[in-house]
């Protein structure tokens, strides 16, 4: 059974530093390639960070370069994205997201097979 789970969202000030975690289950992460992506009320889903076996860590938006930081703990079986630096416009629902066989990140939703079930991040004074 291939689960995804999502934590580490909450409320942070401007500026301030959040880690989300994308822990996975039931298959091997070195066969997947793993996503973050997010998602405004009223917006859609856009892609923010992967990594992968080939390409490595990579961001998928430009808002987020140089701020986000996205890396893999195989031991854990687990993902995380570091955010730093920040701003009221990075809040939205974070999800995490697996693509099997992908050994190349890919900013495409339709390419995932695998999406957990989000973790909510504010970033409001």
């Known amino acids: 059974q291939v689960q995804l789970v999502a934590s580490g969202g909450g409320l942070v000030q401007p500026g301030g530093s959040l880690r989300l975690s994308c822990a996975a289950s039931?298959?091997?992460?070195?066969?997947?390639?793993i996503g973050w992506f997010r998602q405004a009320p009223g917006k859609e889903r856009e892609g923010v960070s992967c990594i992968s076996l080939s390409d490595g860590s990579k961001n998928l938006a430009d808002s987020v370069k140089g701020r986000f930081t996205i890396s893999r703990d195989n031991a854990k079986n687990t993902v995380y994205l570091q955010m730093s630096s920040l701003k009221p416009e990075d809040t939205a629902v974070y999800y995490c997201a697996a693509a099997r066989g992908a050994y190349y990140c890919s900013g495409h939703l339709h390419e995932y097979d695998y999406w957990g079930q989000g973790t909510q991040v504010t970033v409001s004074s």
């Open positions: 039931g298959f091997t992460l070195d066969d997947y390639a």
